[in-house]
Nanobody
Framework: QVQLVESGGGLVQAGGSLRLSCAAS????????MGWYRQAPGKQRKMVTT???????NSVDSVKGRFTISRDDAKNMAYLQMNSLKPEDTAVYYC?????????WGQGTQVTVSS
C-alpha cells in the first residue's frame, strides 16, 4: 500500500504561482511513476504531468512552460511548481503514484485561480 498526502493548494490571482507537495508513505520502494492530475467542477479527472523513476516527464500542452514536476525519492516527495497560473487551472489537484501494476491516489488539494 502507498499513501499519498497533498498540500500547498490555495487561492491565487492569475499570473501567480503555487507549489504543491505530495508526501508518500507506506510501501514506497519501486514506485515507477508519480504524477499530478486535476479535476475541474463538472469535468473528468485528467492528467497534468507525470515523472518516471528515471526522471522522464510528460505534460499536457496547456501547462508546458508553466508547470514543472519533480520528485525527491530520498524524501519520498513529489512536487508541482505552477507558475503563470490562469483561471482555467482552477481544479482539485491529485497526486498519483503507480507501483507494481497498481495506481494510488491522494485526497486532493484545491487550487483556485482568480481573474
Amino acid at each position: 500500500q502507498v499513501q499519498l498526502v497533498e498540500s500547498g493548494g490555495g487561492l491565487v490571482q492569475a499570473g501567480g504561482s503555487l507549489r504543491l507537495s505530495c508526501a508518500a508513505s507506506g510501501i514506497i520502494f519501486s514506485i515507477n511513476m508519480m504524477g499530478w492530475y486535476r479535476q475541474a467542477p463538472g469535468k473528468q479527472r485528467k492528467m497534468v504531468t507525470t515523472i518516471t523513476s528515471g526522471g522522464r516527464t510528460n505534460s499536457v500542452d496547456s501547462v508546458k512552460g508553466r508547470f514543472t514536476i519533480s520528485r525527491d525519492d530520498a524524501k519520498n516527495m513529489a512536487y508541482l511548481q505552477m507558475n503563470s497560473l490562469k483561471p482555467e487551472d482552477t481544479a482539485v489537484y491529485y497526486c498519483y503514484a503507480f507501483r507494481n501494476g497498481r495506481g494510488y491516489w491522494g485526497q486532493g488539494t484545491q487550487v483556485t485561480v482568480s481573474s
